[in-house]
């Protein structure tokens, strides 16, 4: 608990009624400075209580500049009331609540950014700090006393953001939404869903680490759970994709007639074969893109909840792989300030190298399409995964260790597929 209190120790009138000050949160947050794709950067933050119930936080993460060091979190009204303040890095918070007898006193919250105690200036992505505008009464004089005090207190929280923590702990609820926030994707793209999916995966998770723990091998049955759950659809795709390829092989003549008998006109063209489609019933299975759709949200699940759980800080998995919330780290290549890539590869990490081989492995196992358009873009898209492990080189081993099962098993199931219904043509697209 803070508590600060004036003393009027003399009876001395003043005209005013309030000394307004700055109330700093916690400075002690440091951000680490690590290369890594996507980690949650620090914030600062706030909430309101109206009519009883307590608002979503408002945050705000360090921009960077050197200058405008406090920017507004919030303005708080008369039908408003501070429920509290604070700051996060990626795994630790601080956090202040107003005591009942002084929230009505904290007019308005901003973030203030703090500097490098070196250069004085903030650098990106620098530790954050809430800055409550504090109007604290002054103590008027009290006939037949020695002093006057007027007190305002604050309860704080200072501790790892640990959810099995803050979930034992009835006083420590109200600050959940602050973990919630974690679990929000940082990209506009995303799916619906994606922080529901995050606290899911979390639970099982934690499930799985209940019965072995081991947190590896948790995130190893949680991805054959997550393959297993979405292989009967796989199953039934690719058989639909099958039929489709025979119904399209069997008519291909009549539609080569089409094409050719309006082969000046691409408005008749366009109508003859829809039209053609239309009676054949020639159309793609409208669940060839469903398991990409069902499986994106869980993978930005994945990548927001690991990007922010306390719970894999410092927890080995096996082999080289000692912290699942960092980058593997299997061998120090002391390679540095290099452009585009910075400090990402002063380790090399093993686990994103053997994911780009299982995608390429699996991508190079599609047949190319016969349209020359289409097999340009299709060779293109077979270099995507390459790119895509650039990105996520520097991510935390965990989702990595996810990504490489995941893709282990698509290379098996592709051949078992295969085995079992045959090759689809060249040319045909589940799209």
């Known amino acids: 608990r803070l508590q600060i209190r004036l003393r009027n120790t003399k009876g001395v009138e003043q005209e005013y009624k309030y000394i307004k000050y700055e109330l700093y949160g916690a400075q002690g947050l440091p951000n680490l400075k690590v290369d890594q794709t996507g980690m949650l950067p620090p914030s600062a933050f706030a909430a309101v209580k109206r009519d009883g119930e307590i608002e979503s936080p408002v945050s705000l993460h360090p921009d960077g500049k050197?200058?405008?060091?406090?920017?507004?979190?919030?303005?708080?009204d008369k039908q408003e009331n501070l429920a509290y303040a604070g700051s996060s890095t990626r795994f630790f918070t601080c956090i202040l609540r107003p005591s009942d007898s002084s929230v009505k006193e904290v007019e308005t919250v901003s973030m203030g950014k703090l500097p490098d105690k070196q250069s004085g200036e903030t650098p990106p992505f620098s530790t954050a700090t809430p800055v409550l505008q504090v109007m604290q009464p002054f103590p008027k004089p009290e006939e037949g006393k020695k002093e006057t005090v007027s007190e305002l207190s604050f309860d704080i929280y200072l501790g790892p953001k640990e959810r099995s923590?803050?979930?034992?702990?009835p006083e420590l609820e109200p600050y959940v939404q602050v973990l919630n926030n974690d679990l929000q994707s940082p990209c506009f793209c995303t799916p619906p869903g994606v922080?529901?999916?995050?606290?899911?995966?979390l639970k099982l998770l934690s499930i799985f680490h209940s019965l072995f723990g081991n947190w590896g091998i948790s995130i190893i049955m949680l991805t054959i759970l997550v393959r297993s759950a979405m292989l009967p659809l796989n199953l039934k795709q690719q058989k639909s994709m099958r039929i489709f390829q025979a119904k399209n092989a069997r008519l291909k003549p009549q539609l080569d007639a089409i094409k050719e008998k309006y082969k000046n006109n691409k408005e008749k063209l366009n109508k003859a074969t829809m039209a053609f489609q239309k009676e054949h019933k020639l159309f793609p299975p409208l669940m060839g893109c469903l398991p990409l759709f069902l499986t994106m949200p869980i993978f930005f699940g994945l990548f927001?909840?690991?990007?922010?759980?306390?719970?894999?800080r410092h927890q080995p998995a096996f082999f080289?792989?000692?912290?699942?919330?960092?980058p593997d780290h299997a061998i120090h290549m002391g390679i540095t300030n290099?452009?585009?890539?910075?400090?990402?590869?002063?380790?090399?990490?093993?686990?994103?190298?053997?994911?780009?081989a299982l995608w390429v492995v699996s991508a190079f196992s599609a047949p190319l399409p016969e349209d020359p358009q289409q097999r340009s873009m299709q060779k293109m898209m077979r270099f995507m995964p390459l790119l895509f492990g650039v990105m996520l080189y520097t991510y935390a081993s965990g989702l990595a260790l996810y990504m490489c099962v995941s893709a282990l098993w698509?290379?098996?199931?592709?051949?078992?597929?295969?085995?079992?219904?045959?090759?689809?043509a060249a040319g045909t697209s589940p799209m």
């Open 165 to 169: 923590y803050f979930k034992d702990k």
């Open 338 to 356: 290099l452009p585009l890539f910075g400090n990402g590869l002063e380790y090399l990490n093993i686990l994103p190298l053997v994911m780009m």
């Open 66 to 76: 050197g200058t405008d060091r406090t920017q507004k979190l919030l303005d708080i």
């Open 304 to 312: 927001t909840m690991l990007r922010a759980s306390y719970e894999l």
């Open 410 to 424: 698509t290379v098996v199931e592709q051949r078992i597929i295969k085995a079992k219904y045959g090759t689809i």
């Open 195 to 201: 922080t529901l999916f995050a606290k899911a995966l």
């Open 320 to 326: 080289w792989i000692q912290d699942l919330s960092q």
